[in-house]
T-cell receptor
């Protein structure tokens, strides 16, 4: 059973397009996250979402927006894609927002041409 | 500003050999520190967690140490196996929300036959 799943695994698109990445967790966790891992392999948190409270990393462009239809899902919408958005995006979840173990999805490799 | 420095950036060792990865952090206050293993093309997976009062913790062939006074942690891998080839990421936590986690850039370990 997959604990945290993401779709699609690969996403290739043109500059200017709008795309979404879906994430689902079946662990019953309260908190979900989106991370960006660039070519230098540095993991940077983009969003933390807990009980309808969204915390946004101030460096994230407002072209990125998380959408949570329910506690088990946190989707990532990206508008007007740019070349610099190319990276691997990881979804993760944890029991709470107090720094516990995070369970990561398999990642979505986004390539913007 | 919370920072995490890991060394070496990359390491190549022969199968069966031991190795030690280092992590220096400036997170304050300090609550705990996790080591994650990230296989190529996958999301990170937690290996171990060290709390403020713990000096050493083992998980199979992995042994983590923590010196909260000097703000240093290490991950020792014994009798390395090819499957140990991965990036190892140090993540100290201040005890505040998960959003405050600081991820190190990781050490890329390659185990060769």
């Amino acid at each position: 059973d997959t604990a945290v799943s993401q779709t699609p695994k690969y996403l290739v698109t043109q500059m200017g397009n709008d795309k979404s990445i879906k994430c689902e967790q079946n662990l019953g966790h309260d908190t979900m996250y989106w991370y960006k891992q660039d070519s230098k392999k540095f993991l940077k948190i983009m969003f933390s979402y807990n009980n309808k409270e969204l915390i946004i990393n101030e460096t994230v462009p407002n072209r990125f927006s998380p959408k949570s239809p329910d506690k088990a899902h946190l989707n990532l919408h990206i508008n007007s894609l740019e070349l610099g958005d190319s990276a691997v995006y990881f979804c993760a979840s944890s029991q709470s927002d107090r720094g516990g173990e995070q369970f990561f999805g398999p990642g979505t490799r986004l390539t913007v041409l | 500003k919370n920072q995490v420095e890991q060394s070496p950036q990359s390491l190549i060792i022969l199968e069966g050999k031991n190795c030690t990865l280092q992590c220096n952090y400036t997170v304050s206050p300090f609550s705990n520190l996790r080591w994650y293993k990230q296989d190529t093309g996958r999301g990170p997976v937690s290996l171990t967690i060290m709390t403020f009062s713990e000096n050493t913790k083992s998980n199979g062939r992995y042994t983590a140490t923590l010196d909260a006074d000097t703000k240093q942690s290490s991950l020792h891998i014994t009798a390395s196996q090819l499957s140990d080839s991965a990036s190892y990421i140090c993540v100290p936590h201040s005890g505040a929300g998960s959003y405050q986690l600081t991820f190190g850039k990781g050490t890329k370990l390659s185990v060769i036959p």
